[in-house]
T-cell receptor, first 117, second 112 residues
Framework: GAVVSQHPSRVICKSGTSVKIECRSL??????MFWYRQFPKKSLMLMAT?????????EQGVEKDKFLINHASLTLSTLTVTSAHPEDSSFYIC?????????????FGQGTRLTVV | GENVEQHPSTLSVQEGDSAVIKCTYS??????FPWYKQELGKRPQLIID?????GEKKDQRIAVTLNKTAKHFSLHITETQPEDSAVYFC???????????FGQGTILTVHP
């Protein structure tokens, strides 16, 4: 199946710093990618929809200035957590579906465990 | 927006028994219903999916049923094995490219 690669898998940063997470579709093009956040033993909560060449669409309650999303190419979306605080510590995971296929499998990256100290 | 409810939140069974997890959804326009298995610290893995033009789909020990009228779908795992222990998520989608709304998850434990 298609592969989505997410990097880094783990990151520890200090409060106040910014962290960038990359999500790449390795063998297919993805006009749209999705960013989720997952707390321990909880479900995946959609944060935003990343659109290639245009602004991301954020879910209600997600601060767009806090979680910057850039989707500059058909294979790469980045999520930057700005001015990170301990409450931003979480598991962040991206997904992508091949362009032009609505009802097909969403492929997930391996996730990024962010710890803010 | 879409709302997906999943039950039970935890399920404990003996090896060899069957396990059933149920989900309901709210958006009648949804037409794609995947099930994911997630192990601790790992990415969700698709185990089976169903589209709205069918009522049931089976893959070896795993089956999914869909009732579009009632807006609910279920995952059935037969002859459970300890390696089936994980968190299972249902989801709904199909109204926007790749966008999925997830249920709350079910922690399945299969005791040897």
């Amino acid at each position: 199946g298609a592969v989505v690669s997410q990097h880094p898998s783990r990151v520890i940063c200090k409060s106040g710093t910014s962290v960038k997470i990359e999500c790449r579709s390795l063998d297919f093009q993805a006009t749209t990618m999705f960013w989720y956040r997952q707390f321990p033993k909880k479900s995946l909560m959609l944060m935003a929809t990343s659109n290639e060449g245009s602004k991301a669409t954020y879910e209600q309650g997600v601060e767009k200035d806090k979680f910057l999303i850039n989707h500059a190419s058909l294979t790469l979306s980045t999520l930057t957590v700005t001015s990170a605080h301990p409450e931003d510590s979480s598991f962040y995971i991206c997904s992508a579906t091949e362009t032009g296929h609505m009802n097909t499998e969403a492929f997930f990256g391996q996730g990024t465990r962010l710890t803010v100290v | 927006g879409e709302n997906v409810e999943q039950h039970p939140s935890t399920l404990s069974v003996q090896e060899g028994d069957s396990a059933v997890i149920k989900c309901t959804y709210s958006d009648s326009a949804s037409n794609y219903f995947p099930w994911y298995k997630q192990e601790l610290g790992k990415r969700p893995q698709l185990i089976i999916d169903i589209r709205s033009n069918v009522g049931e789909k089976k893959d070896q020990r795993i089956a999914v049923t869909l009732n579009k009228t009632a807006k609910h779908f279920s995952l059935h795992i037969t002859e459970t094995q300890p390696e089936d222990s994980a968190v299972y998520f249902c989801a709904s989608g199909g109204t926007s490219y790749g966008k999925l709304t997830f249920g709350q998850g079910t922690i399945l434990t299969v005791h040897p």
